[in-house]
Structure formats: structure tokens, C-alpha cells
């Protein structure tokens, strides 16, 4: 296998100033730190330092070396890889941990072209699966690939902008959707919100949803750049743009019967006035008077289960990770006070004896 210079090609793929925007990755500095300031740092902020040091390192180790056996078998005209690896350097992965050397199990037998061999065959049964939710990593790449996913027209400039935002925002459009309440983190997995869903809904084919629009304003940006173009022409295109916008979507919205995605069962009966309790945008509530459980409380998402065993029994299990207004973290159980407010109730805490 060709070996690239590990030097030139650090160079090329990982240390191209030209490509550097707004901000760069962290990278380390030469100052060594001495042990009693590493001790100062807390376990996730240890693992964090090692990870960045270790991660830059790698880009100027040897290369990750191995040879590699294909072995194609015809069964009845069907045709069988089986690849085997022998590693014979680790190179960059043995920095970075990512691989350890493997024992002789990686090795084919030795054959011989044309050689027969028994083949044992059998089915697998398996179903598909849908693709997998976002992530917020798989998300930012997304938003910078969407060009693949463009009109032929837009899908080159697109590319060359790096999609939509920058390195520096699209972590921050994120946050801002969070924030929004129309997207939420599940187990480490993105979902849209009930409200982030009629929205989706409302602007379907408005042109500030398509990512061609982002296109032609990159567009004109580059004439202002290249002096063909005026910011003025580009910023009345904008204000006009806008007015349209304010002067005909909320009438396209109305005319649209978008349906809401929230479901119709009921958690549990309200203790106020016996009636259901219902899933909103924010709230668990009922469907009569002013009763409600908020969906977050002190930045801990309260889940349908839960609220329904706080209806039903009046109190939770331990809920964890409750965050306090001064930012430390605590254990609760929430429970249905005498005026059917929630309200926090702690275990107190019983530290574990050792048996000698």
C-alpha cells in the first residue's frame, strides 16, 4: 500500500490555515503543565485534556499499516469476499487508542486459486430498520452537507459555503432551536418538539424554509465580494423580501389545515375538577381548569410516565438531575402538595455502613 509522507500530509489535511473560518479547533499549546496543575482539574476535565493532546499527536504519528487478504469463493455463480487484516504498524491508532493489536484470529487460511473448499450456507432473517434519529453531531454535519440533497443550480454553491452556518453557528442554531422549545434531547438523540412539527408544517414551501435560498444569497454575496453587486441592492432584496414574507405566509397558514401531532390520551384525571389531563406544548394540563404539570422543571424533562404515576399516586419515584438556580445538582421526588401544586420532596440521604 502507498505510505504518504505523515508530515506533508498533517500539512495538507489537518493544519491548512486557508481553510481556517471564524474559529479553529482547540488545539494544545507548548506550555507543559505540571502535575499539580493537572490535579486541579476535575475527572471530565482530566479525560477532556488527554483527549485533545492525544487526538493532536496523532495527526503527526506513522501511518496505520496492515496487509490485507481478499479471498473471493463462487458458490453456485455467487460470489464471497472474506477479508482478513494483519496489522503491522498501529501507527496514529495506537496514540488515540482506537485499535489493538489483534491475535493470529485475523488470519485466512492459506489457499490456492481455483483450490475447492466447502461452503455451509444458511439464511438470516432480519427486518429493516429506519434510519437512525439525529444526533446533534450527525445534525451540524447534515446542515453542512445539505448541498447534496440541492437543485443542480444551488447544489455547487452550497458546497463551496459549507452549507448552512459556519463552523461557528451551527452549534448555536441549535442551541437557539432548544431553547425554542421545537427540538429536544432524548438518550442523546435530537426529536421535534409538537410545536417544532406545525411549525415544519406551516412553512412547507415557503421559500425562506429551502436551502436555495441560502444559495442565492451566498450568490450575490460573492458579486458584492467580486464588486458586481451592491450592498444596498442586496439589503432591498432582503427588505422586500420580508414584507412578502409578513404580507402573504400568515394568509398561507391559515389556508393550510395542518395537523397537530400531540396525542388525544389523556395521562391521568386532573385532581382539581376530575377532568382529563392532556400533553400540550410546555405542559401537561388539563383540558377544563388551570391545572398543570410543566414538561421541564429546573432543566429536567418531567416524561409522560412520569407524570402519569404523579397523577395517579400523587407522588414520583427519585427523579435525578435536577438543577438548581445556583447551578448544583440534586435528587427529588415530586409530589402533589395539599393545593395540588407540584412540589419537591427529599429522601433524606442514609450513607452506606460497612460490615467488618
Known amino acids: 500500500m502507498e505510505i504518504k509522507d505523515p508530515q506533508n500530509y498533517a500539512t495538507k489535511r489537518h493544519v491548512d490555515a486557508s481553510k481556517v473560518q471564524e474559529h479553529y479547533a482547540i488545539i494544545p499549546t507548548k ?17 477532556l485534556y488527554h483527549l485533545i493532546l492525544r487526538r493532536t499527536l496523532a495527526i503527526f504519528a ?39 493489536k489483534k491475535t493470529d484470529e485475523e488470519k485466512l487460511p492459506v489457499v490456492e486459486l481455483n483450490e475447492v473448499v466447502q461452503s455451509r450456507l444458511y439464511e438470516k432473517e432480519a427486518e429493516t430498520k429506519a434510519p437512525p434519529a ?28 459549507e452549507g448552512i452556518g459556519t463552523e461557528a453557528t451551527r452549534a448555536s442554531i441549535l442551541e437557539t432551536l432548544k431553547r425554542q422549545d421545537y427540538i429536544e434531547v432524548t438518550a442523546n ?44 441592492a442586496f439589503l432591498g432584496s432582503i427588505q422586500r423580501f420580508i414584507q412578502h414574507l409578513i404580507a402573504t405566509v400568515p394568509e398561507q397558514i391559515g389556508t393550510e389545515k395542518i395537523a397537530i401531532p400531540m396525542t388525544e390520551e389523556p395521562l391521568g384525571i386532573c385532581p382539581s375538577c376530575g ?16 391545572f398543570v404539570i410543566y414538561k421541564k422543571i429546573l432543566n429536567k424533562k418531567i416524561s409522560r410516565p412520569m407524570c402519569s404515576k404523579l397523577l395517579k399516586s400523587r407522588r414520583t419515584a427519585l427523579i435525578k438531575g435536577f438543577l438548581s438556580k445556583k447551578g448544583k445538582k440534586f435528587n427529588a421526588v415530586l409530589i402533589l402538595d395539599d393545593a395540588n401544586k407540584v412540589a419537591f420532596e427529599f429522601i433524606p440521604f442514609k450513607p452506606k455502613v460497612k460490615k467488618s
Open 31 to 47: 506550555k507543559i503543565p505540571t502535575a499539580a496543575a493537572l490535579a486541579k482539574l476535575g475527572p471530565m476535565e482530566q479525560r
Open 62 to 100: 506513522q501511518p496505520y499499516i496492515y496487509d490485507e487478504t481478499i479471498i473471493l469463493t463462487d458458490v453456485n455463480t455467487q460470489i464471497f469476499k472474506t477479508t482478513g487484516r494483519m496489522i503491522r504498524q498501529l501507527g496514529w491508532k495506537e496514540i488515540i487508542g482506537a485499535a489493538k
Open 134 to 161: 439525529y444526533t446533534e453531531g450527525t445534525l451540524i454535519t447534515a446542515m453542512k452537507n445539505i448541498g447534496r440533497t440541492a437543485e443542480d443550480e444551488a447544489k455547487a454553491i452550497l458546497k463551496a459555503i
Open 189 to 232: 438523540q435530537l426529536q421535534v418538539t409538537a410545536k417544532g412539527s406545525i411549525l415544519c408544517e406551516a412553512i412547507v414551501g415557503v421559500e425562506i424554509s429551502s436551502a436555495e435560498m441560502t444559495a442565492k444569497w451566498e450568490s450575490y454575496l460573492k458579486k458584492i465580494h467580486d464588486k458586481t453587486g451592491t450592498q444596498e
Open 275 to 290: 377532568a382529563s389531563v392532556l400533553e400540550k406544548f410546555k405542559v401537561y394540563g388539563c383540558e377544563k381548569c388551570d
